[in-house]
């Protein structure tokens, strides 16, 4: 085995062992969770079905569905018209906003939580999925214009010239000839916004303290009591949190590596 193999299969143990930890010990009995066996003894759903009925996660599941989808569908409309303007189009200062974009979504989100949480409270978007929303729109906005100007800029210029060439309207060449082309692109910018909505804690805890408005990972880092941490219960709903996340990577793979590699070389 070279160097390079060894690298590779390091880095895919470094990954998929806590995974397979995860997954395990979600299926364990509550007396054998605290153990370090490999494999459950026997294994069971106990700790799936009282992630449902004791903590109402169903109600965390829906809440981060329905943020994670509208913020995604509302970054793509905002971001496709961005992106091709940056990409496309010949504006003054384009080097300039893309350097603000870059340095907007690099923000961490420690430092918006609060001012974001007095302009929720002042336009009365306090426990409401539209604050969250838009919220996360703002935050994930920047890094997916970044993601499709990439892309729009990877397109030959010359297909779109063939269009108008031959009658189409600007908005009929961008509709019927671009979009299509860009479609990796749109894929990748909407996973990575997906993820992130889907993934995000502090804003999530800041802005919505009602248990109907609370997605999945604040209220995971809910359970239990003052005196109980149920392990075996958490890691059962951190694996139910993970599974949209990994069918979204296994069957958009391709797109996603296309998109992030695309307009690489053109800047």
Known sequence: MNGTNLSVLLVVLFVSLPLYWLVATSLKGTREVATANLFPHAPTGSQYSTAFSTYDFGTYIETSVIVAVATTVLVLLLG????????????????????????????????????????????????????????????????????LRNYFISIPKEMEEVARMDGASPLRTVVSVILPQATPGIFT????????????FLIALTLNSEDRYRTIPVGIALFGGQFTTPYGTIFAASTVAMLPIALLVLVFRRAVVSGLTAGAVKG
């Open 80 to 147: 496709i018209g961005a992106g091709y303007a940056l990409g496309r189009l010949p504006l003054r200062g384009r080097n300039g906003i893309m350097v603000s974009l870059l340095m907007i979504s690099l923000f961490p989100a420690v430092a918006l939580a609060a001012p974001l949480y007095l302009l929720m409270r002042g336009i009365g978007w306090l426990n409401s999925y539209q604050g969250l929303i838009l919220a996360y729109t703002a935050m994930t906005l920047p890094f997916a214009i970044w993601i």
């Open 189 to 200: 910018a909407g996973i990575f916004t997906f993820v992130a909505s889907w993934t995000e």
